[in-house]
């Protein structure tokens, strides 16, 4: 029986290894794929935009980013595939000493500020679905890893759910909010052991607030850390993109989002995980 259960274990984990695989190989094809007037790779260009993102002139993250809509690269795009993995390069080059803590922090913000200003807004098509049901995204307070919060909330609109996202608030501020607003689902970004245990108090907090049944979902790098997070935590869910989220807590979009290539989201938050 325990053999069994290896097995079985064993046998999930190299079928998501795979997935993880097949995905970043077409989020690849995307960054990589030769646009009208460009011709340098992959890594050239990450390269590039890392620096422009830690640089102390703004004009070079915006004319690369300039560029790259130039060059035909959607918003969604960026969000999705570009973001994360220029969060990948920071993140590899802290790791080796090759930039500093304070790189990454004004480089994070600025990828923060990125997603923000091309992110999905309730005007246009999601502006008629003014019934359209919210969602509650937290970022608990001590949390540093904030990126990954709203490339989720971005996703989540595109799918025509309205998003609250809430940024290190008190817990009696998140009771109030649930008090004043039915959400159908809670989303709890956490990264760590530390911020686990802010989100239990929170998870509690919740299911004191609330009448009627919210899943509550929690995602982040703590889910790579090999622990038992429903069980530490109370929450109903893990998931570690919208699509997950919203498809283990019986959810369906409000809309079809836009563009061929939204399954590959589910990297993006791999990749923000290790920021």
């Not at 259960?5 to 960054?31: C, D, F, M």
């Not at 009627?212 to 090999?226: F, H, S, W």
Request: proline share 4%; aromatic share 2%.
């Amino acid at each position: 029986m325990h053999n069994e259960r290896h097995s079985k274990a064993a046998g999930r984990q190299a079928i998501e290894a795979a997935e993880i695989a097949r995905l970043a190989q077409r989020a690849i094809a995307v960054l990589a794929a030769d646009r009208p007037g460009r011709s340098d790779g992959l890594k050239l260009r990450l390269m590039q935009l890392c620096d422009a993102f830690i640089a102390p002139e703004e004009e070079r993250r915006h004319d690369m980013l300039m560029r790259l809509r130039q060059d035909g690269v959607r918003a969604t795009e960026i969000i999705d595939h570009i973001v994360p993995a220029v969060a990948q390069e920071m993140g590899e080059r802290w790791g080796t000493d090759a930039i500093s803590f304070a790189d990454v922090t004004i480089g994070a913000a600025r990828l923060q500020e990125t997603v923000r200003g091309l992110g999905w807004h309730d005007t246009g098509r999601s502006a008629a679905h003014t019934d359209a049901p919210t969602i509650l995204v937290i970022i608990p307070r001590g949390e540093h890893h904030t990126l990954g919060a709203f490339v989720l909330a971005d996703q989540l609109r595109r799918r025509g759910y309205r998003v609250d996202v809430a940024v290190d608030r008190h817990p009696r501020q998140i009771h109030e909010m649930l008090r004043r607003k039915p959400y159908r689902m809670v989303g709890i970004t956490v990264s760590g052991r530390r911020t686990l245990a802010s989100a239990k108090e929170l998870v509690d907090i919740i299911h004191l607030t609330v009448a009627r049944v919210t899943p509550i979902v929690i995602g982040g790098a703590i889910l790579d850390k090999g622990l038992d997070v429903l069980a530490l935590s109370g929450a109903d869910h893990t998931a570690r993109d919208a699509v997950s989220a919203l498809r283990r807590c019986g959810l369906n979009a409000v809309v079809s989002p836009e563009g061929p290539l939204q399954e590959l989201e589910g990297l993006a938050g791999e990749l923000l995980d290790r920021l």
